[in-house]
């Protein structure tokens, strides 16, 4: 079974954010640099939000606002979904599934510890899946 920590220490790179009085050309420069589909919002050490290429196609883009004169604090989504780090790969995939979310912060004792995929969970799932099979052909091949 895969774990949120393991994915999250697995992963190569770490917490890409942005300030909420940080504008969207920035966020959109940032998040194509490190490719990344989403950055969380951070006002210190809080969570405030959570920045995506689909809230910025709804927000920005199809609502005619301006990238540079746009700041990402108007345009975030605020009621962000998070999980821990104790949660379990396929549970994330639920709540995903269920939210139509493909990105998840992780907290513990309220501080944020990264941030998973979908991607990272299917890689996740995947490899665990494979090791599930290996091991059943090892068995039956006996």
């Keep these: ?10 992963k190569r ?26 950055v969380l919002v951070t006002e210190g050490d ?20 301006s990238s540079p004169m746009t700041k990402v604090g108007e345009v975030m989504e605020r009621d962000v979904i998070t999980v821990t780090p104790d949660e379990t790969a396929e549970a994330c995939m639920a709540l995903m599934s269920r939210n139509r979310i493909r990105h998840l912060p992780v907290m513990r004792d309220g501080t944020l510890v990264g941030v998973i995929s979908i991607g990272d969970l299917m890689q996740s799932i995947i490899e665990d899946r ?10 039956v091949s006996r």
């Excluded at 079974?1 to 697995?10: F, K, N, P």
């Excluded at 940080?22 to 959109?28: K, N, Q, R, T």
């Excluded at 494979?130 to 068995?139: K, R, W």
């Design 13 to 38: 790179h770490g917490i890409f954010g942005v300030g909420p009085d940080d504008m969207v050309l920035d966020a959109l420069k940032l998040m194509a640099e490190k490719d990344i589909g989403a």
């Design 46 to 65: 809080r969570l405030a939000g959570i920045f995506t290429e689909r809230r910025y196609a709804r927000e920005v883009f199809l609502k005619g606002r």
């Design 130 to 139: 494979e090791f599930d099979i290996g091991q059943l052909v090892n068995y």
């Design 1 to 10: 079974m895969a774990w949120v920590r393991d994915i999250l220490s697995a």
